[in-house]
């Protein structure tokens, strides 16, 4: 009955609007476990559980791409058993999971900087990678060892040195550029943000791309979130306006040329 229920759900969002990318800070794994007296890493790994099911759901529902704020240059900064239980967790899960992403055409990237990450996690996340590289479906990117600062950080050292080598010059610097510079170079912008687990904030994630991004925060830790949580913000997403600066009334009249590119890559 409820697999019924989540299917017409699914079937009626993906007759109308699907967002190209959706991206996810997936938060409260620790206290999750806190509440139930088990470890933080036992957390963790109950969020694994979830982003399975998610990354399922996405690819079924034709969604183009799913960011996943995965660890943040900042959590560098907890614990040393948590940070080291983490970087096992991703290199474990990586391999173990690439015959499914395969099955599923899912192809894997990553975002931040993961020259930073331990060898096992980085080898492991390169080769599923590659493994992955023809896969058609959802494009699944973590972001790893990310932070939106950093991102943008190593973009104006890219052009800087483009303008000493004397291939760009700085009235050449557009926003496409910059774009071009960033980690996420060829992905379209989120059309939604999810984030869990109550907080109201961005914690440095995608922080030139959320410019004109939809918001949807939920109460319910990560590893509770489920499939039918993951439908109410795509029905929360498809009943909204977005203005982009201007009236409700342009909105609604402007041309289908503007719209297409207001709405860049999403399936309307
Ligand atoms: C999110 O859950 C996962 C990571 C940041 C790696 P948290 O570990 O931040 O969980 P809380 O916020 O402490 O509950
Ligand atoms: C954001 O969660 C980072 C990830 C989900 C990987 P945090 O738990 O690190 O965020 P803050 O510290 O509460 O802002
Ligand atoms: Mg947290």
């Known amino acids: 009955m409820e697999k019924d229920l989540l299917q017409s759900r699914k079937d009626l969002l993906m007759k109308h609007k699907v967002p190209a990318h959706i991206a ?98 980085r080898s492991a996340l390169i080769d599923a990678i590659e493994l992955t590289a023809s896969n058609e479906g959802l494009t699944l990117i973590l972001a790893l060892n990310y932070s939106g600062r950093d991102e943008i950080l190593r973009a104006v050292r890219t052009i800087a040195e483009r303008i000493e080598n004397d291939t760009l010059n700085s009235d050449e610097i557009t ?18 943000l999810i984030r869990t687990s109550g907080e109201y904030r961005l914690s440095n994630y995608l922080l030139w791309q959320l410019a004109y991004t939809e918001l949807w925060i939920t109460d319910i830790m990560w590893p509770d979130f489920s499939e039918s949580d993951f439908l109410d913000a795509l029905e929360s997403y498809s009943g909204r306006e977005r203005r982009f600066g201007m009236t409700s009334q342009q909105i609604t009249t402007v041309s289908g040329v503007v719209k297409k590119y207001l709405f860049k890559g999403e399936k309307t």
């Open 24 to 121: 996810v800070i997936m938060d409260g794994n620790g206290r999750w476990a806190k509440k139930r007296s088990l470890s933080r890493i036992d957390g963790h790994s109950a969020g694994i559980d979830t982003v399975r099911r998610i990354v399922r759901l996405a690819g079924e529902m034709g969604i183009g791409y799913l960011s996943l704020y995965t660890f943040s240059s900042e959590n560098w900064n907890r614990p040393m058993g948590e940070v080291m239980g983490i970087m096992k967790l991703l290199a474990e899960t990586v391999k173990k999971e690439v015959p499914e992403l395969n099955k599923n055409n899912v192809r894997l990237k990553t975002i931040g900087d993961i020259s930073g990450l331990p060898r096992k996690s």
């Open 175 to 192: 926003p496409e550029v910059i774009e071009s510079s960033l980690d996420t170079a060829g992905m379209p912008d989120p059309d939604l």
